[in-house]
């Protein structure tokens, strides 16, 4: 997992006097110089997995688009994700995604570069039921109906998604409660009625595309009678902290519920966290009752099969009860060199197997 690594007991806990202590997997930091990593093989490794490669070498701070003419040229082999978002390369509807991604020409004609990963990570609206216009559950979920969750993705580099749980994690796909591809403004309407309202949006960061974001929740909810206007600060309260303008807000933009856990319960324990900026926000609801914080924590204890199954229905109902409306998960993305082949995409990591690649032979 990214959040340790095994080492030998006599490491001291807080860390190294000189050398690092040695790696456990199959390849080691050889040297860093600049912007240049080498990995080579480890030779004290007696694991499985492979390494075919004799060494691995990492360069940063490559512009994207050099990088990616120089990996169509065969001198760069895999270009990992933009984390940066310095352009729109690599976002899902971007130009690589549709040159050779998964749904592109080129990869029905077995010439795939670009390829997605589900990254556990999710992008979502939370409705401040502490205040009157969204602790009505029918509003709530007309919301959800009426947002274009497609749009907001796109304006995040997201994929669409609906539940508090992201589709990386096994047994939770998009689409199983609202619509991923456009607002349902039957359903919406009929949820809404035809009472005028208006709702108060709040923002917090330098992001500017959370302006965006604000401006097409904006437009969707006009269409259903609800006028939007915002309110931003340019930094966030200390500690996610529910600040005074929060507490003026009827719908907050939250970005960034991860959990390096591939598991549903992580994300519900944090999105419903009381005393946190967001649980405070979502004040009562089917989320505070006893009843449901019970089934929460036997869920907690249970494994296996019976374990999903149960997360997926208590997902399922709280995504009913819409106390927030998801619209995007992160994704990660790779862009591979036309001459590399032995793709091996590992689910927990979100990314290829380096010491699996190969040169391809045609």
């Not at 009860?321 to 591979?336: K, T």
Request: hydrophobic fraction near 40%.
């Amino acid at each position: 997992m990214p959040a340790f690594c095994p080492v030998p007991r006599s490491i001291p806990v807080k860390g190294y006097a000189s050398a690092p202590p040695a790696s456990t997997g199959p390849y080691y930091v050889s040297s860093v110089q600049g912007d240049r990593t080498v990995l080579l093989r480890n030779p004290n490794y007696r694991g499985s997995r492979p390494r075919r490669a004799a060494r691995i070498v990492y360069t940063n701070d490559v512009a994207t688009p050099t990088a990616v003419s120089l990996a169509n040229a065969g001198a760069i082999d895999l270009l990992p994700q933009d984390f940066d978002n310095t352009t729109s390369f690599f976002d899902p509807g971007g130009v690589l995604a549709h040159r050779s991604g998964g749904g592109s020409e080129a990869a029905r004609a077995g010439r795939q570069q670009y390829f997605l990963h589900p990254a556990p990570l999710l992008d979502y609206i939370v409705f401040n039921t502490n205040r009157p216009l969204f602790r009505d559950v029918r509003l709530r979920r007309a919301v959800n109906y009426a947002i274009d969750r497609r749009a907001l993705a796109a304006a995040f580099g997201d994929a669409p998604a609906d539940r508090i749980v992201p589709p990386a994690v096994p047994g939770f796909p998009a689409g199983r409660v609202y619509p991923l591809n456009g607002p349902d403004l039957v359903a919406a309407r009929k949820l809404a009625g035809r009472v005028s309202r208006h709702a108060v949006l709040y923002w917090c960061g330098p992001d500017a595309r959370q302006r965006t974001l604000a401006h097409i929740v904006s437009s969707n909810l006009a269409v259903i009678g609800i006028s939007v206007s915002v309110t931003a600060s340019q930094s966030c309260p200390k500690n996610s902290r529910y600040d005074a303008q929060m507490k003026r807000a009827d719908m907050i933009l939250f970005s960034g519920l991860r959990s390096e856990e591939r598991e549903p319960a992580p994300f519900l324990e944090q999105a419903l966290m009381r005393g946190g900026a967001f649980g405070s926000a979502l004040g009562p609801g089917l989320w505070t009752t006893g009843r449901f914080r019970d089934r929460l924590a036997r869920a907690a204890v249970l494994r296996g099969p019976t374990r999903s199954r149960v997360y997926v229905r208590l997902v399922d109902e709280l995504a009913r009860a819409a106390p927030f409306a998801v619209f995007g998960s992160f994704i990660w993305s790779e862009y591979f060199s036309p001459k590399i082949g032995c793709r091996v995409f590992q689910t927990e990591y979100g990314s290829v197997d380096l010491g699996a690649l190969c040169k391809s032979s045609s």
